[in-house]
Every structure is written in C-alpha cells, then in structure tokens.
C-alpha cells in the first residue's frame, strides 16, 4: 500500500485479488481440457513464523547469515530463495519433493492436495522434512502462499502446449530418421500444461519498462545460472 515500497501495487482491486485473497482457482488439464481446480492459499493462517522459518533455513542464509537479513527487504533476492525453498531438490530443507510418475501410494499424491496451509503445516511438524509430493501446480499453490504472506502481490499463470526448451534455443526440436521414424535423442519436450508465479514488483536493476509483473517458477525442472 505504500508508494515508496518495491512491491507497491496502486489498484486498489489488485491488491484484494493479488495480496489479500486467500481463495483461487487453478487451471489444470490439457489445451481441449482445462479444468479449474480450487485452492485455499490460506496466508492469513498462521503461517507467518513458518515462512519465517524458511528464510532462515535457506541455503543463502547458512552461507551469509549477514547479507541473506540484509537483502530480505529486496523482492528479486526474496522471490529467488522462496523458489528455491518451495521444492526440496537442493538439500536445504525444502517445503516439497516432485513426483511425476510411479506409484504414490506411500504418500500423498499431489492431485490430493487442494490448499496450502495442510502442506506448510506438514512440513514444519515434521521438522521441516520435504513433503511427498508435488507438481507444478501445488508448487505454484504453496509459493502463492509464502509470497503473499510475506507481503510480496503474486498471482499464478497456467500454460498449456507448455514447451520446455532444455538446450535454450528458443525451439522444441525433435528428430527423425530417413524412414520417418521418431527419434529419442533430443530432451526438449511439450508438456500437457505448466503452472508458475508471477509477482508484482519493481525492477531498479533492469529499468523502469521492466517494472510489473515478474516471472518465479519453484518447479524444479532444471537449476538456474546463479
């Protein structure tokens, strides 16, 4: 609410929808099938000491305890380590764990989940072990969450046909033989559909026609470049 601040935010109807509802609809599916799925982002749910809990518990943090507090009042640098925290793939005691195929019978699969204040809860009572398990769209859900209660405006985007450039190209490639026959050799991909964040903040780095929304994705896919 305030103009001064990096995540400020001026329409008044954006701020109910993006920082203060706790309530959405995440879509889901295929192109010819799209299918609207509840979620209870929940940030207003006593979840501010667990998000707390992940700053410190970050990788940044262990390695810099100093700078990581430093930089906490900096949208860019928060939305970074949340990302990262939002999946447990690095070792740092992260909310969630992926499975995208195989049996879950073990644990709870993701189509299972419909809010995020039952996860974030999980993963504190069990002493911040990764929770089992995730897709795209529950991380999207969770970080939703961490975010808004934080104070940061984010909103989620669903893709369908969602290309997933490994090589960084900017192509999907795909291979054949003289025969016509498709060969397993390449690792881009299309996905059914992706789910990730957006957050409303502005970019000083970058310029101000840079300032807005700006792309998180907590899905771990492939690492960042820093």
């Not at 995440?26 to 749910?45: H, K, L, P, S």
């Not at 305890?65 to 070792?91: E, L």
């Not at 809860?121 to 398990?133: E, F, H, I, L, T």
């Not at 808004?148 to 405006?153: Q, S, Y």
Request: aromatic share 14%; net charge negative.
């Amino acid at each position: 609410w305030f103009s001064g601040d990096d995540v400020y935010m001026s329409n008044e109807n954006e701020r109910q929808e993006y920082v203060l509802n706790e309530n959405g609809i995440i879509f889901v599916g295929n192109a010819r099938y799209i299918e609207a799925r509840g979620w209870f982002y929940g940030q207003f749910q006593d979840l501010l000491n667990i998000c707390l809990t992940m700053l410190d518990l970050s990788l940044y943090y262990r390695q810099d305890p100093a700078m990581d507090v430093s930089r906490r009042g900096d949208p860019k640098y928060v939305g970074r380590v949340i990302s990262s925290m939002i999946n447990g793939n690095d070792n740092d005691n992260g909310v969630l764990l992926g499975k995208w195929q195989g049996s879950f019978h073990s644990h709870e699969n993701p189509s299972r989940w419909d809010g995020s204040v039952v996860i974030l809860k999980k993963w504190r009572q069990d002493n911040y072990r990764p929770v089992q398990y995730g897709q795209c769209w529950v991380f999207a859900g969770v970080m939703c969450t961490v975010l808004r209660c934080l104070g940061i405006p984010t909103r989620l985007v669903s893709n369908f046909n969602s290309a997933h450039d490994v090589d960084r190209n900017l192509s999907i490639d795909k291979y054949y033989d003289s025969s016509g026959r498709s060969l397993n050799i390449g690792k881009d991909s299309t996905w059914d559909y992706h789910v990730w964040n957006e957050s409303w903040f502005i970019r000083p780095d970058l310029g101000r026609s840079y300032s807005g929304w700006q792309v998180l994705d907590a899905t771990p896919q492939e690492q960042s470049r820093g």
